[in-house]
């Protein structure tokens, strides 16, 4: 899949997944966000690096967060941003994907960031990408959410920076999770060898092995000692029947309680992609806790977003800029 996203020279020009990026390349994304996320307190930093080039946000899927830090660390990056309602576009009229995304392009599109309900819908985007085109996968069905995961390790890098001594447990539905699956993959690149899966069996991979972690169904076996615990959302959206039961069982085995955490380090950190469903797999005082990280995981996917842009569609200002 590496190929797709790197050019000859190594560098990124679409970002699909996490998996086989390179140690080296995660680590320069994770150091050029460092020099976009603004000291506490001071202003947020606009520079020039996409001026005159045209960031689309297509968003065939609900989004919160993701969304709009993208459209924030466009405009930061001093592109112009276009956001398509994908409900009020000509999808609604038939129009194949595909169409879209060359019709876009005929309009001077220089980056697609992509929402999908489907597997593998980002790879088919830049698969038939015109040349000088990038597509960024703003999360593919089940399959991967590239961003989102080097966000979370960003945020591990600042306040745990020793990934390979570093016990994640990821608790709750991974099965169906994009964010998982693009973390496991960016946390074993950059080291970590103790990621623990924590979930009832319907939510756990059937080969833990195959990816490099553990999985158990008991909570206290799967937390103890940890320093990271990072706590996903059920994703209704793509489960069909009721493979849960009684959220309120559920909520007591799996959910981020402070009976549940009390296994995990004293000291350790929690996290979440959003959006939380309290009361099903975190409570508010867990989430908003003094140890807990998830709005600066908000906060951080503005920095990696700017990022994976530059990287991506910066360099390439020895081109003409297109005419507006
Ligand atoms: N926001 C994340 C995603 O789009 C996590 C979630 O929806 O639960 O995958």
Request: proline share 4%.
């Given at each position: 899949?590496?190929?797709?996203?790197?050019?000859?020279?190594?560098?990124?020009?679409?970002?699909?997944?996490?998996?086989?990026?390179?140690a080296e390349l995660i680590t320069r994304i994770l150091d050029t966000a460092e020099s976009f996320v603004p000291e506490i307190g001071?202003?947020?930093k606009k520079v020039p690096l996409l001026?005159?080039?045209?960031?689309?946000?297509?968003?065939?899927e609900n989004s919160t967060r993701t969304r709009t830090t993208f459209e924030l660390a466009a405009k930061r990056l001093s592109a112009d941003v276009i956001n398509m309602?994908?409900?009020?576009?000509?999808?609604?009229?038939?129009?194949?994907?595909l169409d879209t995304l060359f019709t876009l392009q005929a309009m001077g599109a220089d980056v697609f960031v992509i929402r999908h309900p489907d597997n593998?819908?980002?790879?088919?985007?830049?698969?038939?990408?015109?040349?000088?085109?990038?597509?960024?996968?703003?999360?593919?069905?089940?399959?991967?959410?590239?961003?989102?995961?080097?966000?979370?390790?960003?945020?591990?890098?600042?306040?745990?920076?020793?990934?390979?001594?570093?016990?994640?447990?990821?608790?709750g539905d991974i099965a169906h999770s994009r964010v998982a699956h693009s973390t496991i993959h960016a946390l074993k690149t950059l080291g970590a060898t103790d990621i623990r899966l924590v979930g009832p069996a319907a939510f756990l991979p059937a080969d833990p092995?195959?990816?490099?972690?553990?999985?158990?169904?008991?909570?206290?076996?799967?937390?103890?000692?940890?320093d990271i615990v990072?706590?996903?959302?059920?994703?209704?959206?793509?489960?069909?029947?009721?493979?849960?039961?009684?959220?309120?069982?559920?909520?007591?085995?799996?959910?981020?309680?402070?009976?549940?955490?009390?296994?995990?380090?004293?000291?350790?950190?929690?996290m979440h992609p959003g959006p939380i469903n309290r009361g099903v797999e975190i409570t508010p005082e867990v989430a908003y806790s003094r140890q807990s990280l998830i709005l600066e995981q908000v906060t951080n996917g503005i920095g990696i977003r700017m990022a994976v842009m530059a990287m991506i569609a910066g360099h390439r200002g020895a081109e003409p800029a297109r005419p507006a």
């Open positions: 899949m590496h190929d797709i996203q790197l050019d000859a020279a190594g560098r990124l020009r679409h970002l699909i997944t996490t998996e086989g990026l390179p001071a202003p947020a001026r005159g080039r045209a960031v689309f946000n297509l968003f065939f309602d994908v409900a009020t576009s000509s999808r609604t009229k038939g129009e194949d994907d593998g819908a980002a790879a088919r985007f830049a698969a038939n990408a015109a040349p000088g085109v990038a597509i960024i996968n703003a999360g593919d069905g089940s399959n991967a959410h590239p961003t989102q995961a080097l966000l979370d390790v960003f945020t591990i890098r600042r306040h745990r920076p020793d990934f390979a001594n570093l016990s994640v447990a990821i608790v092995s195959a990816l490099g972690v553990t999985a158990t169904t008991d909570i206290a076996a799967g937390l103890a000692d940890c990072m706590g996903l959302r059920i994703q209704r959206e793509r489960i069909a029947g009721d493979v849960i039961g009684d959220i309120a069982d559920y909520h007591r085995d799996f959910g981020l309680t402070e009976a549940n955490l009390a296994h995990a380090r004293p000291d350790a950190l929690i």
